[in-house]
């Protein structure tokens, strides 16, 4: 059982780290996105709000976001396993409504993840992305270059970089993550209940540290 969520910004490696934490504990994964798409699928009540919402293209707000990942959070497999979250809470006020959730059951949070890495690092991994036109197979010119520069090995079609992975759109998604997260690490400091990780050592090595943090 664990109850846990993993912070990070974008090229901190959640991913990978969020697939081997699920692997070892056998915690559901709970992205916000996953559950967003599932209920608007679905057509639930609150999916059709929070579509609304997204129409309009405005904010789905914090208190029908708190409703969507604690229904979620609700479901048998969480109640049996835990969870593992994964872009919720992404506000003190989300933050603190979970406390007020999870307390109501007699639960509480098991330490919180925060993936860190620097920001010179993010940016080589967020802008080294190459896409094969053709095939769309993905590559890295850092930690998965292709044999020849700018040719997919699969298909000998031409690689590109997404309007993405630029580096005006990555900093601008890091200053993003940084400005909306801050002040949830500061909350999740005063409760003495975070591990601060390093995202930037080796996978075996970063996963290693959330294991010795979380406990076996
Ligand atoms: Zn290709």
Same mark, same amino acid.
């Given at each position: 059982?664990?109850?846990?969520?993993?912070?990070?910004?974008?090229?901190?490696?959640?991913?990978?780290?969020?697939?081997?934490?699920?692997?070892?504990?056998?915690?559901?994964?709970?992205?916000?996105?996953?559950?967003?798409?599932?209920?608007?699928?679905?057509?639930?009540?609150?999916?059709?709000?929070?579509?609304?919402?997204?129409?309009?293209?405005?904010?789905?707000?914090?208190?029908?976001?708190?409703?969507?990942?604690?229904?979620?959070?609700?479901?048998?497999?969480?109640?049996?396993?835990?969870?593992?979250?994964? &872009?919720?809470?992404?506000?003190?006020?989300? !933050?603190?409504? $979970?406390? @007020?959730?999870? %307390?109501?059951?007699?639960?509480? +949070?098991?330490?919180?993840?925060?993936?860190?890495?620097?920001?010179?690092?993010?940016?080589?991994?967020?802008?080294?992305?190459?896409?094969?036109?053709?095939?769309?197979?993905?590559?890295?010119?850092?930690?998965?270059?292709?044999?020849?520069?700018?040719?997919?090995?699969?298909?000998?079609?031409?690689?590109?970089?997404?309007?993405?992975?630029?580096?005006?759109?990555?900093?601008?998604?890091?200053?993003?993550?940084?400005?909306?997260?801050?002040?949830?690490?500061?909350?999740?400091?005063?409760? &003495?209940?975070?591990?601060?990780?390093?995202? !930037?050592?080796? $996978?075996? @090595?970063?996963? %290693?540290?959330?294991?010795?943090? +979380?406990?076996?």
């Amino acid at each position: 059982m664990l109850r846990t969520i993993l912070l990070g910004p974008p090229g901190a490696g959640k991913g990978t780290q969020a697939d081997r934490i699920v692997e070892k504990y056998n915690v559901p994964h709970i992205s916000t996105g996953d559950i967003f798409r599932a209920n608007i699928k679905n057509g639930t009540e609150l999916g059709k709000k929070a579509q609304e919402y997204m129409n309009k293209g405005e904010l789905v707000p914090d208190d029908l976001v708190v409703e969507i990942a604690t229904d979620r959070l609700m479901q048998d497999d969480c109640k049996e396993h835990g969870f593992l979250l994964d &872009g919720f809470p992404r506000t003190v006020y989300q !933050a603190e409504k $979970l406390d @007020e959730f999870l %307390a109501g059951q007699g639960l509480k +949070l098991d330490t919180v993840i925060d993936l860190e890495v620097a920001e010179d690092v993010l940016m080589k991994r967020l802008t080294g992305r190459r896409v094969c036109k053709a095939c769309g197979a993905s590559y890295h010119i850092v930690n998965v270059p292709p044999k020849q520069e700018g040719i997919c090995d699969k298909c000998g079609g031409e690689l590109f970089q997404r309007a993405d992975d630029n580096e005006e759109t990555a900093k601008n998604r890091i200053d993003v993550y940084n400005n909306e997260t801050a002040p949830l690490v500061d909350y999740y400091e005063k409760a &003495g209940n975070i591990a601060k990780i390093d995202g !930037a050592a080796p $996978l075996e @090595e970063t996963f %290693a540290s959330i294991v010795s943090a +979380l406990g076996e």
